[in-house]
């Protein structure tokens, strides 16, 4: 018989937090709401949920650090919306989120979910923040709260 660890997604008691990136905003708000309906379906206390907007996807890294560092949650879920333009810029700052984002949740202290959408299209954009593709803020929030789990069931 093999021991397996694995999250549920119980949310009742939990704490968390939401990076949101304004960037994009029409598409991000509907993120961050997806985000949110979904702890709150799965039994977080709308009280425990804190929102930290931040400009862009940039700045989710430096801002999720900070939270870390300065609020008492179980999860940190970032969100943010890169569309592609004319100049490599969206790469430069989709790695750097990426990077950022990865490289805090290593201490392993407690998990962060990525929850940003990289896309080359507007179509892209619509598709994946509550439409064809589903809403990547929904897929963030599900992370967060099987991590969560995880993590209680490692301690
Ligand atoms: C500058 C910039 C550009 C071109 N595109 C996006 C984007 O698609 N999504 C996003 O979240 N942020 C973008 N930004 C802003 C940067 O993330 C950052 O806020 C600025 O460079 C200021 O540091």
Redo the contacts with the bound molecule.
């Keep these: 018989m093999t021991n397996t660890y694995e999250g549920g997604f119980h949310g009742q008691g939990k704490r968390f937090a939401i990076v949101s ?1 304004r ?2 905003s029409f598409f ?1 708000d509907q993120l961050l709401s997806g985000a949110i309906d979904t702890l709150v379906r799965h039994g977080v206390e709308k009280d425990d949920i804190t929102v930290v907007r931040c ?5 989710l890294p430096m801002t999720a650090a900070r939270v870390k560092r300065s609020l008492d949650v179980d999860a940190i879920i970032c969100l ?4 592609r ?1 004319a100049t490599p ?2 790469d430069y ?1 989709a790695a750097e989120a990426t990077k950022g984002i990865g490289q805090l949740a290593m201490d392993g202290e407690i998990p962060l979910s990525f929850g940003v959408i990289t896309c080359d299209s507007l179509d892209q954009a619509v598709e994946r923040s509550g439409s064809k593709v589903g809403n990547k803020g929904v897929e963030a929030a599900m992370a967060a709260l099987e991590m969560v789990n995880l993590y209680d069931a490692l301690s």
Excluded: Q
């Design positions: 990136a960037w994009n991000s400009p862009g996807c940039f700045e943010g919306v890169l569309i333009g810029h969206f700052i």
